[in-house]
């Protein structure tokens, strides 16, 4: 459907996933005899900082960004995984395979609650917006990344602003299509009552109606010249109050709409109840697949995104640092053991040796990244590393 | 106010309705006492045949199958039967292009390809609004704002392009006939867009353009046309009651809080059906008022289907005793009968 959803879901899922990396380093910072048990070892703010420019740095690369900002249909479930795979580990923190889960749980159904709640198609800008907002916020003491990320601030506004109301319902119906069936319980919408137990989200009859919009219960009859001949009052069944003001579009300015702003503090941790998905969904939960997770341009944003980051792997891995989504290990470990088939992303391995087309074209993608690096000795071992990188993804 | 309608057993889908206009269609089988169901989830039709006694459902899905092309499957914007006096046929609009199937399901009797080009532009494209007119015509929007007429002969597949009405600038967004069986009334076809621009036609070998109404920026999202009133239904939850010939405005309500994303009326009682994503199917009245040549709407009931943004709704017959509707993740069809 709509061909701008890409960066949307990049931006927004990228800085949901800011938010709990963030906020889970700070816990792990706290020198409690419990963080202490927990992880490999304290954390320092310099590391925290580290961690988060490292990661910003590489959302926002601009060959990456250029590539995302092309029209293109919405990658699957599993090359987005793949791609979020990647930039959780651009900096010197690792996850294991199920906090690495449980992160990309808790950033999709973020933004999915954000996207089935925004007040109008429009407002999803303004979700953006937020996330855009605090990321400049999480580098405003290194002006590189900062003006880096102004840069793409610019260029959202350029693409999305002058979109049509219809334009943005387009790309809001192809978001709920990517998210649709996903009904993963997390525990602070659970505490705050905006999701049900059965994993769907809360949807109010009550509170402001979106901007441009009357509160329903008036019927206005006029005549053949337009005049008002009969005003009939109605009972709308719910609680509404007039619209608030529209929030800015501009760079800066207050958006008005709370959706998209960071939920998470020390006192309100990132917690997920992932046993407990609910039948209708564990029954119907269909993997996505469409579009083809193979397809070219999804290697291609693969491709591009690994020639705009190098891997970090710590020196000696004895000193890597680990974060832990769950308040024990012993816990990451059950999470691991016990998540339901069915909720498992299966991230892309990318054989370097079957599919011969596949690998052609993204042989192609990787030549083109090494034009700017050091001479090598033979431009297809280049390549041959590169795959081979991929493989480990 | 008393409660006009009760709920009743649900039918279950195989997979849950996208989020997308109209995205019901419900075909009444009289002679087999059957009533058939048309939900899409993303490149799949759902569709549910069920017997009026409500033992008996037999599911079938059909997928966004395009000719040639083994790649990718195309995303299904809305799924629609169209009933002309000769046969019934079933129309899947998609990002690809058009099918008609037989009314079940079974066979696929036309294609039309949309021109995709090879590298996506940043206009989405697609097909979406569908509509039977008269005695043979098939019309269905698309998103560059075309319309294209389809001439159906009663039986086969020799099915023809045979007009392209090109009035719109935006998506077509829902299109409709005149659903009251009349005669007597001028204007066959109404088409709505994203601009919430309408256009009212007369069918006929040449497509005549009667009137355009113009929108106000906002999508039109559902539409319906009867006994010469084109009822139209937007994203500022607005309904708004045109004269179709002179486009005049004799109603406007606010209807609902969010986006009204379905329409249907009764052609028999004039009762008319909306819902949108603010969880709210309403009942109204049209009541035409000859005296002032103009037509006058009440409002006659409520449901709230609990944490659900509804995105179809159509009523199961023609005088409005019961209505289905479905809503966004939801994997059941929800029915209500008059009590």
């Given at each position: 459907m709509s061909t701008r959803t890409l960066p949307l879901v990049f931006i927004n899922l990228?800085?949901?996933?800011?938010?709990?990396?963030?906020?889970?380093?700070?816990?792990?910072?706290?020198?409690?005899?419990?963080?202490?048990?927990?992880?490999?070892?304290?954390?320092?703010?310099?590391?925290?900082?580290?961690?988060?420019?490292d990661i910003i740095t590489t959302m926002f690369n601009k060959k990456f960004l250029e590539e995302l900002f092309k029209p293109q249909e919405l990658y699957s479930k599993k090359a987005l995984r793949t791609v979020f795979d990647r930039l959780a580990h651009a900096s010197i923190m690792r996850l294991n395979q199920a906090s690495m889960d449980k992160l990309y749980d808790l950033m999709t159904m973020a933004f999915k609650y954000q996207v089935l709640l925004c007040p109008r198609p429009k407002d999803i800008l303004l979700v953006t917006f937020n996330h855009m907002d605090a990321i400049k916020e999480f580098v405003r003491d290194t002006p590189s990344i900062l003006s880096q990320v102004d840069e793409t601030y610019t260029q959202l506004i350029e693409i999305y602003t002058p979109l049509s109301c219809g334009e943005f319902q387009l790309i809001r119906q192809t978001l709920l299509i990517f998210f649709q069936d996903m009904h993963i319980r997390v525990s602070i919408f659970l505490k705050?009552?905006?999701?049900?137990?059965?994993?769907?989200?809360?949807?109010?009859?009550?509170?402001?109606?979106?901007?441009?919009?009357?509160?329903?219960?008036?019927?206005?009859?006029?005549?053949?010249?337009?005049?008002?001949?009969?005003?009939?009052?109605?009972?709308?069944?719910?609680?509404?109050?007039?619209?608030?003001?529209?929030?800015?579009?501009?760079?800066?300015?207050?958006?008005?709409?709370?959706?998209?702003?960071?939920?998470?503090?020390?006192?309100?941790?990132?917690?997920?109840?992932?046993?407990?998905?609910?039948?209708?969904s564990s029954q119907h939960t269909k993997v996505n697949t469409i579009p083809n997770p193979l397809a070219k341009e999804e290697l291609n944003l693969l491709?591009?995104?690994?020639?705009?980051l190098e891997v970090r792997k710590p020196s000696?891995?004895?000193?890597?640092?680990?974060?832990?989504?769950?308040?024990?290990?012993?816990?990451?470990?059950?999470?691991?053991?016990?998540?339901?088939?069915?909720?498992?992303?299966?991230?892309?391995?990318?054989?370097?040796?079957?599919?011969?087309?596949?690998?052609?074209?993204l042989a192609k993608i990787m030549g083109e990244f090494t034009e700017s690096d050091e001479p090598v000795p033979s431009s297809s071992s280049k390549g041959d590393d590169l795959l081979a990188m991929m493989d480990g993804l | 106010?008393?409660?006009?309608?009760?709920?009743?057993?649900?039918?279950?889908?195989?997979?849950?309705?996208?989020?997308?206009?109209?995205?019901?269609?419900?075909?009444?089988?009289?002679?087999?006492?059957?009533?058939?169901?048309?939900?899409?989830?993303?490149?799949?039709?759902?569709?549910v045949s069920a017997s009026w006694d409500g033992l008996n459902y037999s599911h079938r899905q059909l997928q966004s199958k395009e000719g040639n092309v083994a790649t990718s499957s195309s995303l299904i914007m809305q799924a629609a039967w169209c009933v002309l006096p000769s046969r019934d046929l079933l129309v899947v609009a998609s990002q690809k292009g058009i099918q008609m199937y037989e009314s079940d399901g079974s066979i696929m009797v036309y294609w039309h390809a949309l021109d995709t080009p090879e590298t996506p532009t940043a206009k989405a494209i697609f097909a979406r609004g569908?509509?039977?007119?008269?005695?043979?015509?098939?019309?269905?929007?698309?998103?560059?704002?075309?319309?294209?007429?389809?001439?159906?002969?009663?039986?086969?597949?020799?099915?023809?392009?045979?007009?392209?009405?090109?009035?719109?600038?935006?998506?077509?967004?829902?299109?409709?006939?005149?659903?009251?069986?009349?005669?007597?009334?001028?204007?066959?076809?109404?088409?709505?867009?994203?601009?919430?621009?309408?256009?009212?036609w007369k069918s006929g070998g040449d497509f005549q353009l009667l009137n355009k109404i113009p929108g106000f920026d906002m999508s039109?999202?559902?539409?319906?046309?009867?006994?010469?009133?084109?009822?139209?239904?937007?994203?500022?939850?607005?309904?708004?009651?045109?004269?179709?010939?002179?486009g005049i405005l004799h109603a406007e309500v606010n209807a609902h809080a969010r986006w009204i994303y379905s329409l249907d009326i009764a052609p028999f009682t004039g009762l008319l059906l909306s819902a949108a994503e603010d969880s709210f199917v309403r009942v109204w009245h049209l009541n035409p008022a000859p005296e002032s040549n103009s037509v006058e709407i009440e409002h006659?009931?409520?449901?709230?289907?609990?944490?659900?943004?509804?995105?179809?709704?159509?009523?199961?017959?023609?005088?409005?005793?019961?209505?289905?509707?479905t809503g966004y993740d939801l994997i059941e069809i929800i029915r209500y009968t008059q009590a």
């Open positions: 990228g800085g949901e996933m800011l938010y709990i990396l963030d906020q889970r380093l700070r816990a792990q910072n706290i020198p409690t005899d419990k963080a202490k048990k927990a992880t490999v070892a304290g954390w320092i703010e310099e590391d925290r900082k580290r961690v988060m420019n705050d009552k905006v999701q049900n137990s059965n994993g769907r989200f809360v949807l109010p009859t009550s509170g402001p109606v979106p901007y441009g919009t009357h509160s329903p219960g008036l019927i206005r009859m006029l005549s053949c010249n337009g005049e008002e001949v009969k005003r009939l009052q109605f009972h709308d069944g719910g609680n509404y109050t007039a619209a608030l003001r529209e929030g800015s579009f501009e760079l800066f300015g207050d958006r008005v709409i709370k959706l998209g702003t960071n939920m998470y503090s020390v006192s309100r941790p990132v917690e997920t109840h992932m046993s407990g998905t609910s039948k209708i491709a591009k995104l690994m020639g705009g000696n891995t004895d000193s890597g640092f680990r974060v832990n989504l769950f308040a024990t290990d012993e816990e990451e470990e059950e999470a691991l053991i016990s998540r339901p088939a069915e909720l498992s992303y299966g991230v892309i391995n990318i054989q370097a040796t079957k599919d011969n087309l596949a690998n052609a074209e | 106010m008393a409660k006009m309608y009760h709920r009743e057993k649900s039918i279950q889908l195989k997979s849950s309705a996208s989020a997308l206009y109209n995205n019901l269609s419900v075909l009444r089988l009289a002679p087999r006492s059957l009533t058939h169901f048309a939900v899409v989830h993303a490149n799949v039709v759902n569709l569908i509509a039977a007119v008269r005695e043979k015509y098939i019309c269905v929007g698309v998103s560059s704002g075309a319309v294209l007429v389809f001439d159906v002969p009663s039986k086969g597949s020799n099915i023809t392009l045979s007009e392209v009405l090109e009035e719109h600038t935006e998506a077509v967004t829902d299109m409709a006939s005149e659903c009251s069986g009349s005669m007597e009334y001028i204007a066959d076809l109404v088409s709505a867009d994203d601009s919430g621009l309408l256009c009212v039109c999202s559902s539409v319906k046309l009867w006994k010469g009133t084109v009822i139209a239904a937007y994203g500022t939850g607005q309904i708004r009651l045109y004269e179709g010939v002179t006659l009931y409520n449901e709230c289907v609990t944490d659900t943004q509804i995105c179809g709704a159509k009523f199961c017959d023609g005088d409005g005793f019961a209505f289905a509707v």
